[in-house]
């Protein structure tokens, strides 16, 4: 077979290279001539795959390494016979890493607890679940709400109006247009008028969720509100002013761990091979390299808080992100290769998951506060 992938997915070779030959081909500029004589195409987010990609082509299958499918026409893939697979679920625990990095930087900003905040989540979805029974069972007070889920599958659920009262609110839905329930611009101005003029908004998940022109005059009117941003509208342009007035600002890589990027890679080679009926080979654990930290050791004497926010940053550091790419666009002459340069080049980081937490056996509030957080904690 005749692969066409997209440049920055990881393992291909070792994925796929019993399938056929592989081009790869940068996502964000991918056409129709660069797969017309491919049978099977793996892209991520920034290619659109629709009929004026796929039209006249042979690509028999799709599959992408992503959670979101917002970037796939799947009725055009269904009518035309086209298999498919995505990648649910990939890089949710990284996702709740950077949350939970910015959250750290929110109550030390703030001088208080994590169990003094207040968190809303909008979409529970793999990664809000996940955050939800993260943040739950760290004992913070958590409110949720999603119209196409079911309490008894995600837990108790509210309204967006509730939501929108809590200190943090944070995003994690696709980006959808039509229906019953866009989610184009579901943040825009009347909704932050709605939250505390001190609240944290953390969007991780489309830029175009928030309308980034009225978050933008938000800041500006009111000093003492907190944005997170992990992904922009327009991206991979942005608006640079907004980017200044964000408290942490960060280059579409919230769900960029090694781990999540790699699984996204697996499952999508694991549709492939249900698709053509082959046998699956390979487990990604034969890939995964040892993380540049692995292990955090406390005393019994350590603060509760210290320990959750040396731990969680020793597993993944939201300002290091944050300085980086102010840095990049500040010097930017260029904003789209800026921002795709910044991904392509991203860093090795590995899921909380893999970091080892050190306690002391008596220090039984600390192991389990680290242990509600998602660390491999070892007591000692």
């Known amino acids: 077979m005749r692969i066409v992938a997209d440049e920055n997915i990881p393992l291909i070779d070792q994925f796929f ?34 009929e004026a990609l796929l039209s006249g082509s042979k690509v028999k299958f799709v599959g992408t390494a992503t959670i979101g499918t917002d970037h796939i026409d799947l009725d055009y893939l269904s009518e035309s016979g086209i ?15 950077y949350v939970l990095s910015a959250l750290s930087v929110v109550v030390d900003s703030r001088g208080i ?8 989540i909008v979409g529970v979805g793999n990664v809000g679940l996940l955050l939800r029974q993260r943040l739950e069972q760290m004992g913070l007070t958590v409110l949720a709400c999603d119209p196409f889920k079911e309490e008894e599958d995600v837990g108790e659920l509210t309204t967006l109006d509730k939501v929108l009262g809590c200190d943090v609110v944070s995003l994690h ?3 959808e247009k039509g229906g019953d329930h866009p989610t184009w611009h579901l943040i825009g101005e009347a909704q932050l008028q709605q939250m505390m003029t001190d609240a944290c908004l953390i969007n991780a998940c489309r830029g175009a969720v928030v309308d980034n022109d009225a978050l ?18 327009g991206e991979p342009e942005l608006n640079r002013e907004l980017l200044d007035f964000c408290a942490l600002a960060t280059p579409h890589i919230a769900g960029y761990s090694l781990d999540g990027k790699m699984r996204g890679t697996e499952l999508v080679y694991q549709g492939a091979c249900e698709f053509f009926g082959l046998p699956e080979r390979l487990k990604l654990g034969q890939f995964l ?35 980086v790419m102010r840095s990049v666009i500040r010097h930017s002459q260029n904003l789209r290769e800026s921002f ?41």
């Open 340 to 380: 795709d340069r910044m991904r392509k080049d991203y860093p090795l980081r590995r899921d909380t998951i893999n970091l080892k937490v050190g306690v002391p056996a008596r220090a039984h509030d600390l192991q389990d506060a680290l242990e509600a957080a998602g660390f491999d904690v070892r007591s000692r």
């Open 83 to 97: 298999g498919f697979a995505s990648a649910p679920g990939c890089n949710a625990q990284a996702v709740v890493d």
């Open 289 to 323: 390299p040892e993380p540049g930290i692995r292990r955090v050791d406390f005393s019994a004497e350590v603060p509760v808080h210290q320990a959750l926010r040396t731990a969680i940053r020793a597993s993944y550091e939201i300002r290091v992100d944050d300085g």
């Open 216 to 233: 933008l005059k938000h800041l500006h009117d009111n000093p003492d509100f907190v944005a997170v941003l992990d992904v922009w509208e």
């Open 113 to 120: 607890d994590f169990r003094d905040l207040s968190v809303g």
């Open 17 to 50: 290279g019993d399938f056929g030959d592989i081009i790869r081909v940068p996502g964000r500029t991918m056409t129709a001539a660069d797969v017309a004589d491919a049978d099977l195409l793996l892209v991520r987010s920034v290619t659109q795959v629709n």
């Open 173 to 175: 839905t696709p980006m």
